[in-house]
């Protein structure tokens, strides 16, 4: 067997040192340490790592995006397993799948939309940021099957005096979220070797939204509100803006203005964030 590059021995040791995850096809939870199921009974930095696994879950079946996500991962699952069973001769690995046009256009919007995902980057060893160093964003736009989707960039300078532009996007901001909410419960989870992904959002807050930046709970806040559309990194931008040129609004008045003037446009019909969360509470009850 070949000998592991350094950047593949980052991933091995971030999955070693895990203390748990969250399996999204299975809405699965799993926690290394011993447990029965009684959560008094679990030490700090164990139910730290319980509700981070927990967020997971709750961005995988109570947003927009979460759900969109999950539809197009079981399609792929259902047009592999279609491609395994009607094959007429011998199947070679890896699979080459010519997946349906509508398939692959979802494919298209859930990769734009989703961006960097640092724990899967092989070509990278240090994920500690330069905080000295200001992060620079960009927005540009994307033709993605005939509509100008969104990008954030953030050009991005490392302690290890390497600079890397990345694209911001769902697995980030969901992985800052689920971080931000396990330092309430553990402060001692700060995750300082792997600021990407886990500390990214609050560094951004510190450098270009100061008014807002010590207020973990209006960053969990608007990271939520963010997978509530397919552009989560836009979104996220324009309202950790917002609350900080309002910063005496609350994070739950922050919210509401989002649930009842904001939009969620499905199939090209806008739909209130009211209505939506009052179909998704009937899907929640059939799961």
């Known amino acids: 067997m070949c000998e592991l590059t350094i950047s593949q021995k980052h991933i091995i040791t971030e999955r070693n040192n895990s203390k748990g995850e969250y399996q999204p096809a299975f809405m699965q939870i799993r926690i290394h340490n011993s447990f029965d199921g009684n959560i008094d009974e679990l030490d700090v930095p164990t139910l730290g790592t319980l509700v981070h696994e927990y967020i997971h879950f709750l961005q995988n079946v109570s947003t927009p995006w979460g759900l969109y996500d999950s539809m197009v991962r079981y399609n792929i699952m259902a047009e592999t397993y279609a491609f395994v069973e009607n094959a007429t001769s011998t199947i070679t690995l890896p699979l ?32 500690k940021i330069d905080v000295s160093e200001r992060i620079c964003i960009h927005r540009n736009y994307k033709k993605v099957n005939n509509r100008n989707l969104p990008i954030i960039t953030l050009d991005i300078s490392f302690t290890d005096g390497s600079k890397q532009t990345i694209v911001l996007g769902a697995n980030i901001i969901k992985e800052s979220m689920a971080a931000l909410y396990q330092m309430l419960i553990d402060e001692t989870a700060t995750h300082e070797e792997f600021d990407l992904p886990y500390n990214l959002i609050k560094i951004i807050a510190e450098q270009h939204f100061s008014a807002i930046a010590s207020d973990n709970i209006k960053l969990i806040t608007i990271c939520y509100i963010s997978l509530f559309s397919l552009s989560p990194a836009e979104v996220l931008i324009d309202n950790l803006a917002y609350a900080n040129e309002n910063p005496d609004l609350s994070a739950i008045e922050l919210f509401e203005r989002f649930v009842n003037e904001d939009k969620i446009y499905i199939k090209g019909k806008a739909m209130s964030v009211c209505d939506f969360t009052f179909i998704l509470n009937r899907f929640r009850k059939i799961i």
Request: hydrophobic share 20%; net charge neutral.
């Open 96 to 127: 080459n799948i010519d997946y349906s046009q509508g398939l692959k256009n979802k494919m298209d919007i859930v990769e734009c939309g989703t961006g960097y995902c640092p724990l899967s980057d092989t070509r990278r060893n240090n994920f």
